[in-house]
T-cell receptor, first 109, second 115 residues
Framework: GQNIDQPTEMTATEGAIVQINCTYQ??????LFWYQQHAGEAPTFLSY??LDGLEEKGRFSSFLSRSKGYSYLLLKELQMKDSASYLC??????????WGAGTKLIIKP | IAGITQAPTSQILAAGRRMTLRCTQD?????MYWYRQDLGLGLRLIHY???????GKGEVPDGYSVSRANTDDFPLTLASAVPSQTSVYFC??????????????FGPGTRLTVL
């Protein structure tokens, strides 16, 4: 079966750096997405990786290793507004998105 | 309007009743999707449409139906609601229905409670 694994919850301190990991096992691979979802709101797109390596976008970076079935989202200079759930999703060989359950990130002052 | 709208925002429904959740997008995206999101689970695809006039089944289609008469609208119907359909429902759209980056953009969601 297809599977996306992420930690359920993480806690970090304002101003610090946090890394959220995602491992996947899918039938085929056509890209990996990270979304941010604040409580009670819709998911919003953060990043997309299809080739190995690091994609940097401001305070957020996303890394992909296809051979290891592994990605991480790196958040720097954490702000209170970064408290949210972070969803990892993989597009499989049939171009369907398979979603992880999300990682709830709690930021403490 | 800009983006994707969903209606209603929330609804409490008696079991056995019929309900249609509405979704409209103004981005002229080809593909549209319906997901449900339950606590502790990832988003699960109910139905999708790669282009107007076509629809397909996702991971959890039972008890739901959809139609795609035009590019903008993609309603989701629960023919006879059951309590297990209590969930938050998200509609999403994307430009190319699978190829390229094909980022999905989400509506604000409908919170449905079936009693």
């Amino acid at each position: 079966g297809q599977n996306i694994d992420q930690p359920t919850e993480m806690t970090a301190t304002e101003g610090a750096i946090v890394q959220i990991n995602c491992t996947y096992q899918t039938s085929g691979f056509n890209g990996l997405f990270w979304y941010q979802q604040h409580a009670g709101e819709a998911p919003t797109f953060l990043s997309y990786n299809v080739l190995d390596g690091l994609e940097e976008k401001g305070r957020f970076s996303s890394f992909l290793s296809r051979s290891k079935g592994y990605s991480y989202l790196l958040l720097k200079e954490l702000q209170m507004k970064d408290s949210a759930s972070y969803l990892c999703a993989v597009r499989d060989g049939n171009y369907q998105l398979i979603w992880g359950a999300g990682t709830k990130l709690i930021i403490k002052p | 309007i800009a983006g994707i709208t969903q209606a209603p925002t929330s609804q409490i429904l008696a079991a056995g009743r019929r309900m249609t959740l509405r979704c409209t997008q103004d981005m002229r995206h080809n593909a549209m999707y319906w997901y449900r999101q339950d606590l502790g689970l990832g988003l699960r695809l109910i139905h999708y449409s790669n282009t107007a006039g076509t629809t397909g089944k996702g991971e959890v289609p039972d008890g739901y139906s959809v139609s795609r008469a035009n590019t903008d609208d993609f309603p989701l119907t629960l023919a006879s609601a059951v309590p297990s359909q209590t969930s938050v429902y998200f509609c999403a759209s994307s430009d190319s229905g699978g190829s390229g980056t094909d980022t999905q953009y989400f509506g604000p969601g409908t919170r449905l409670t079936v009693l």
